[in-house]
Each structure stands twice: as C-alpha cells, then as structure tokens.
C-alpha cells in the first residue's frame, strides 16, 4: 500500500511555544490529506481535511487559528500547534488517499506525532 | 452525519481461537466501510476493505461480513496469533468525493498465549 510518513514521530515543547508536524506521501501524489486527533484509549477524531493549494475545512469545534495547516504541495501537509498549552498534549495523525489506483475510497495513515506540551 | 458503534470495546481470547469484532452505521448512504489495525504509539493500518456491493470479502485469517439491510458489518479473524493483539477500528464512508471517514470507538483485542 501507499506510503505516508510523519516528522517529528515525538516532541515536547514549552507551554506557549508552537510546533509544526510535517506529513508526506512517499510515493504517490494527495490532493487531499486529513489530520486526526486521538487521546488515549480514544478513537480517532478528524480535525480538518487539508487540501492542496487552498484553504483547509475544519470540523466544527476545532479552532483553525490555533491549528494552522498549509498543504503547499501534492506530497506535504504541515500542522502547526500554536501557542501550545497541556491539553493540546495528544497523538497527532495525518492520512491521506492515494488515487492513484482508480480509486479514492483508501486513507493510509502516517506513524503519528506524540506531542507532549510541558 | 454518520454514527459508527463498535462492540466489544475490549476482547479477549486464547491463542487459536476466533475473534469477531461488530460495528454498526447510521447512514444508509455509507458504502465504503474499511477497518484498521492500530499498535501501540503507531499509526493505524488498514487491514481489509469491504464496499456494499458484496456481503463477504477474505484475505487469509481475516474476513469482514456487511448486512446492508441491517447496517451491520463485522470483522473475523481465525486462527488468532499473539501479533493480532492490538487496537482494531472500523469505519465508515461514502465512496468519491472524498468523503470523511467515520470511525468507530475501537475494540482492544488481546491474544492470549
């Protein structure tokens, strides 16, 4: 199957500081990727869907001059957690559909960013 | 919008056995239902597919059965082996048009050795 990769898979940060997760599609090109939020022992919780070349949707709840996405090629999506505080403490995981087979049903998942805010 | 429920929410069973793992959806609209493997601290990884124009689809120890009149689908894996162990999500979604993907709660599967 198709290949999406996270960077930095862990981080800890200061209260008030800000991070960026990286997501990439090694070997197939997504117009479309998603960020999901999951907290421990909990599903997954989709945050936004990050289309490449415009503006990101947010599901309702999510605070999108918090979580800043910018998905400025067909391979890279970034989240940037600003002005981090304790509870954005949680497992970040991006996907993405490879459309590439004919279909565009398949979400493939990076390994995840475990963040942990101080 | 879309409700996915998953049961149990933990299962336990002895290496060998059979594990079924029940989930239902709300939106009859849904035909795209996939289901994901998630070990711990790692990603989930989909592990089977079903799409609503076929009832049963197989690969190897694992199957996935969907009664769309009812809106049930479930997962089976036979033969179960201490790497099953792991957190195991179904979903739910609308084929094209890059739907969202609706996820169930998740069924904690141990595997007794």
């Known amino acids: 199957g198709a290949v999406v990769s996270q960077h930095p898979s862990r981080v800890i940060c200061k209260s008030g500081t800000s991070v960026k997760i990286e997501c990439r599609s090694l070997?197939?090109?997504?117009?479309?990727m998603f960020w999901y939020r999951q907290f421990p022992k909990q599903s997954l919780m989709l945050m936004a869907t990050?289309?490449?070349?415009?503006?990101?949707?947010?599901e309702q709840g999510v605070e999108k001059d918090k979580f800043l996405i910018n998905h400025a090629s067909l391979t890279l999506s970034t989240l940037t957690v600003t002005s981090a505080h304790p509870e954005d403490s949680s497992f970040y995981i991006c996907?993405?559909?490879?459309?590439?087979?004919?279909?565009?049903?398949?979400?493939?998942f990076g390994p995840g960013t475990r963040l942990t805010v101080l | 919008g879309e409700n996915v429920e998953q049961h149990p929410s933990t299962l336990s069973v002895q290496e060998g056995d059979s594990a079924v793992i029940k989930c239902t959806y709300s939106d009859s609209a849904s035909n795209y239902f996939p289901w994901y493997k998630q070990e711990l601290g790692k990603g989930p990884q989909l592990i089977i597919d079903i799409r609503s124009n076929v009832g049963e689809k197989k690969d190897q120890r694992i199957a996935v059965t969907l009664n769309k009149t009812a809106k049930h689908f479930s997962l089976h894996i036979t033969e179960t082996q201490p790497e099953d162990s792991a957190v195991y999500f179904c979903?739910?979604?609308?084929?094209?048009?890059?739907?969202?993907?609706?996820f169930g709660t998740g069924t904690k599967l141990q595997v007794i050795p």
């Open positions: 070997d197939f090109q997504a117009t479309t």
């Open positions: 996907s993405a559909r490879d459309p590439s087979g004919g279909s565009t049903d398949t979400q493939y």
């Open positions: 979903a739910a979604t609308i084929r094209g048009g890059y739907q969202k993907v609706t």
């Open positions: 990050s289309n490449e070349g415009s503006k990101a949707t947010y």
